[in-house]
């Protein structure tokens, strides 16, 4: 592993260095651990998140190595770089027509895609659902079990290389036209209500305390989240702008299903 990725970082450094065959061969097995989830963008170690930069640069760089093409599927026509995944019967994935993987991205065991869209480099772990029109973008990392309900949109990010990938972790339930970008986390369990849109610089509020508590880029485990918005002053005068607002939990003690409709009825969260 340590020799594809100096070859890689060497190609970073010098484009130059992608006309020969050793370098090229390198990019295109980094691409392949990807796509059978042997390595992954971004891992957890002990208790943080770490983002290995060198396999995205691998990724970056693969795209120069390609060559358009035409890909014809029936009455479809489509003019890409990017082969796309076909082993789904072997490895017990569930696609449902027109369900759309990029090869270079990894869905384990047990997952279920409906008409949807996963990009290169993403991580899909077992028996997540990836739902209608929902898509899953470059390098974002998917946990176990996750519910990614209608138009769900998970962010990508290749550049710049340092930053960090949305990380959705396990058990997670996201609303329909949910919105998570820019590299934000969720942790374990976390229900977010439709419409919710998490960006970087989104204020992430937990207001079942008698003070306020303000997060940004990650919301903390079994939140229950819905959209919200805050009075800020401008030059033309007040105006509400869209935040976050953490309004309950779900428990810890109970079935994750059962806690999870207990969390949406309790708090009338639409999905």
């Known amino acids: 592993m340590q020799d594809l990725k100096k070859l ?140 990614l309900s209608g138009g769900v949109g998970i962010g990508g990010v290749l550049e710049p290389v340092q930053a960090a990938p949305v990380i959705i972790e396990d058990n997670c339930f996201l609303g329909s036209r949910a919105s998570v970008v820019e590299g934000v986390h969720l942790e374990t369990e976390v229900v977010l209500g439709a419409n919710v849109v998490l960006t970087a610089s989104t204020k992430i509020i937990d207001v079942t305390h008698e003070k306020p508590i303000e997060y940004k880029g990650h919301v903390p485990a079994r939140s229950v989240v819905i959209p919200g918005s805050y009075t800020k002053k401008f030059p033309a005068g007040e105006y509400q702008v869209p935040c976050a607002l953490i309004i309950g939990k779900r428990k810890e003690s109970t079935d994750k299903k059962t806690s999870l409709n207990d969390a949406l009825r309790e708090n009338n969260v639409s999905v």
């Open 8 to 147: 890689i970082e060497d190609a970073w450094e010098d484009r130059n260095l992608l006309r020969y065959n050793e370098y090229i061969n390198a990019i295109e097995t980094v691409i392949e651990k990807l796509d059978k989830g042997k390595i992954r963008v971004a891992e957890l170690i002990g208790t943080r998140w770490h983002t290995n930069d060198w396999i995205k640069k691998a990724v970056i760089l693969y795209f120069p190595t390609r060559q358009m093409e035409e890909i014809s599927v029936g009455p479809f026509v489509f003019h890409d770089k990017m082969k796309l995944k076909t082993d789904y019967k072997k490895t017990g994935v569930r696609v449902v027509p027109h369900a759309i993987a990029r090869y270079g991205a990894y869905l384990a065991s047990g997952v279920i895609m409906m008409p949807s869209d996963v990009n290169i480099g993403a991580y899909v772990d077992e028996g997540t659902m990836v739902d209608t029109w929902a898509t899953v973008g470059s390098c974002a990392q998917i946990g176990k079990h996750v519910h």
